[in-house]
């Protein structure tokens, strides 16, 4: 189960202004997979998205705003978060109990406001949800729960001058309390990617966390980035199979990190990057130009797919309009995303 970065979904939505053509055929753009896509008109600026499984989902967004599914995105109902704080993180362990946790606000009216970074927890499929506050959290994201009690995440503190304000946070009674860990992760894109209950972090100075105990040990993973550069995204398949990417360069390994290989991909960065099985996997990489204007334009997307692991990569033409957004996939063969009033659903034929 893998997540695309929310930043990069954040930044895509700044940096480009939308002006293109509707692409009319999508069950032909990736050949084994059948790709389809419905137009909503949710109340919401989507920041996360998780699946319980292939029917139950949660969306969840700016002004508490959450949603749910229980047939696949076919039909979402607005629940009530009893809070206006955003919300940037959501996790279920079952499809009763979960938690979404959101940032501070200051200087407005709203009951919430000023009380700090908010975790909230449900019990019954989020029919109702408790609230807990941290005064002393600017922002609490990247939820991972392994059960009721143990979980973890990366939890931002004010800014202090010459001062680390982003850690990794664990904690072992449901997200009560959190304990920091001292790691020096890379704060400006970080996520917890988690495979098979191992989790991986990008850190700094080129650096890999990784924990096979629910994230109370770390073990420190050295990688091949230049040094002018650092691991900007992280995507695991299984325990061993994983790739990295830092500046233009991307690398591969097959032993867990102990040893990386330059990939030689005809891409440099992660879109809707995914694998279905060792050797089967694609890319979805946006194109946006500049064509006068402040802003570049988004043109579509390019899809790259190979079928040996990433020795070689078929490349499509452009693909108009298309733009998967922000992904989840909760099995190998099935994945979701969003991306505005656009829900996708990507599965394997």
């Known amino acids: 189960m893998t997540k695309t970065l929310i930043l990069l979904f954040v930044i895509f939505f700044i940096a480009c202004e939308k002006n293109t053509v509707e692409y009319s055929d999508l069950k032909t753009v990736l ?11 949710l109340d919401i600026i989507a920041r996360d998205m998780f699946f319980v499984d292939s029917e139950i989902g949660f969306i969840v967004g700016f002004n508490g705003s959450i949603y749910k599914t ?8 607005k629940q009530n978060s009893g809070t206006t704080l955003h919300l940037y993180s959501v996790f279920f362990i079952n499809k009763n109990v979960g938690f979404a946790s959101g940032g501070a606000m200051s200087g407005c009216l709203d009951e919430d406001c000023g009380k700090g970074s908010v975790v909230l927890k449900t019990s019954n499929g989020g029919e109702t949800w408790t609230k807990l506050f941290f005064k002393d959290y600017t922002n609490i994201f990247s939820l991972k729960f392994f059960n009721e009690t143990k979980g973890v995440a990366i939890i931002e503190t004010p800014d202090i001058p010459n001062a680390r304000n982003c850690y990794l946070a664990t904690t072992s009674d ?8 001292d790691l020096a992760i890379f704060s400006s894109t970080s996520k917890i990617e ?4 191992i989790l991986y972090i990008a850190g700094d100075n080129q650096k ?5 105990d629910y994230g109370d040990s770390w073990q420190t993973i050295n990688t091949p980035i230049l040094v002018s550069n650092n691991v900007q995204d992280i995507y ?6 994983g790739f990295i990417v830092g500046g233009t360069s991307i690398y591969k390994t097959s ?9 030689n991909f005809p891409f440099s960065t992660f879109g809707t990057f995914h694998f279905y099985n060792e050797t089967e996997g694609f890319n979805f ?3 946006c130009e500049y064509a006068g204007g402040d802003f570049p334009t988004f043109k579509g997307s390019i899809v790259y797919k190979t079928s040996n692991g990433g020795i070689s990569w078929n490349k499509s033409e452009l693909i108009d309009s298309l733009y998967l957004g922000m992904t989840y996939f909760p099995q190998k063969d099935l994945g979701y995303g969003i991306n505005g009033s656009e829900f996708y659903t990507i599965k394997r034929k």
Not at 208 to 212: A, E
């Open 31 to 41: 050949s084994g997979w059948e790709i389809s896509k419905t137009n909503y008109s």
């Open 70 to 77: 229980i047939n696949a995105g076919k039909l979402w109902t």
């Open 174 to 181: 449901g997200g009560n309390t959190w304990k920091f860990k």
């Open 194 to 197: 988690c495979v098979d209950n």
């Open 208 to 212: 890999i966390f990784k924990s096979k």
């Open 236 to 241: 695991f398949y299984n325990e061993n199979i």
């Open 255 to 263: 032993d867990g990190g102990l040893n990386w290989k330059s990939a």
């Open 285 to 287: 990489n946006i194109i």
